[in-house]
């Protein structure tokens, strides 16, 4: 007979999604280590380029650390190196300890991806020479006597400078008035970090349990969302975790014949939260809300800003 799935109530999917966001139970905590353990816990905290209160990867935290400062970030990222930029679903703050398991898309871009632009290899090789000679540098710190109006039209320099750092030859060291310092990797990352290569399994099995860490529950869709040409193999990961009882499946009462995979951990979690009345405010960039079909179906609120 087949093992039938636990079935839960909307209120315990919110609680679900709350908790593992860190959102019930604002961390006052104070100090760098509070916030390395936030950014770790959330497994990125996505780099916003906009300032007109707060920049959101600073209001994302503060969200969860009342006691926040702005200083941690950067001094986790220069001095400590305890977290490093790289791509999520977009340009972010990830935990070091992660490090490894952005080898693959690296070498994706190695392999000839293009990060946006077409690639100029001789700007490539030039930009990497440069910084290989001179030390870290700045995309300013290349000449580029054309003016190019709008916002993502790049100098040739820059564009080099950003697929370099998308394949993996460069890092970025600091940031100098939010403006990135380029310097190559092996100058930038700290000795005792793995780097071994995942294999494919240990790769999707990451994903996939950071998925259920970061909200408690997830359909196979969001887990594979923006992960082009892993869905196959997240695919086959779920059923082997399944298999394992390392998850387990359950049904949401308000979307029928919707099947989302936990943990038995996660449910029990949630056991004895009685939530208070509290108000959070969230960036629009914020990982509670990001992915706008999860908080259709979490709290029918269907949220557009463009």
Do not use: C
């Not at 280590?33 to 300032?51: N, S, V």
């Not at 990867?57 to 650390?65: D, Y």
């Not at 990352?189 to 995942?198: A, G, V, W």
């Amino acid at each position: 007979m087949k093992k039938q799935n636990k079935t839960i109530s909307p209120h315990q999917a919110k609680l679900l999604l709350l908790n593992s966001q860190q959102l019930l139970k604002p961390d006052f905590a104070k100090g760098k280590k509070a916030t390395l353990a936030t950014i770790q816990h959330l497994g990125y905290i996505q780099i916003d380029t906009l300032a007109v209160v707060a920049r959101a990867h600073h209001h994302t935290l503060w969200s969860r650390q009342p006691n926040y400062k702005e200083t941690y970030l950067n001094q986790l990222l220069e001095t400590d190196k305890t977290i490093f930029e790289y791509w999520s679903h977009a340009a972010s703050y990830l935990p070091m300890s992660d490090y490894r398991f952005s080898l693959p898309l690296k070498k994706a871009y190695s392999d000839g991806k293009s990060h946006w632009f077409n690639q100029d290899k001789k700007m490539n090789k030039y930009v990497l020479d440069k910084i290989k000679a001179e030390g870290a540098l700045q995309s300013k710190d290349f000449e580029d006597n054309q003016k190019r109006p709008g916002m993502w039209n790049w100098k040739p320099a820059k564009r080099a400078l950003e697929q370099l750092f998308m394949e993996g030859k460069l890092m970025v060291e600091k940031r100098q008035g939010f403006q990135k310092v380029y310097n190559l990797t092996e100058r930038v990352l700290p000795k005792n970090i793995d780097t071994s290569f995942p294999s494919e399994k240990e790769h999707t099995q990451h994903i996939i349990k950071r998925a259920i860490q970061q909200y408690g529950m997830v359909n196979e869709n969001e887990i594979s969302y923006l992960r082009k040409g892993l869905k196959t193999s997240i695919n086959k990961s779920l059923k082997h975790l399944l298999k394992e009882g390392e998850l387990i499946e359950v049904n949401l009462e308000a979307a029928e014949n919707s099947l989302f995979i936990t943990t038995e951990q996660q449910l029990k979690s949630i056991e004895n939260i009685k939530p208070k009345s509290s108000i959070h405010l969230l960036s629009p960039f914020d990982n509670a809300v990001i992915q706008r079909k999860r908080l259709q179906r979490t709290f029918n609120f269907d949220y557009i800003i463009e």
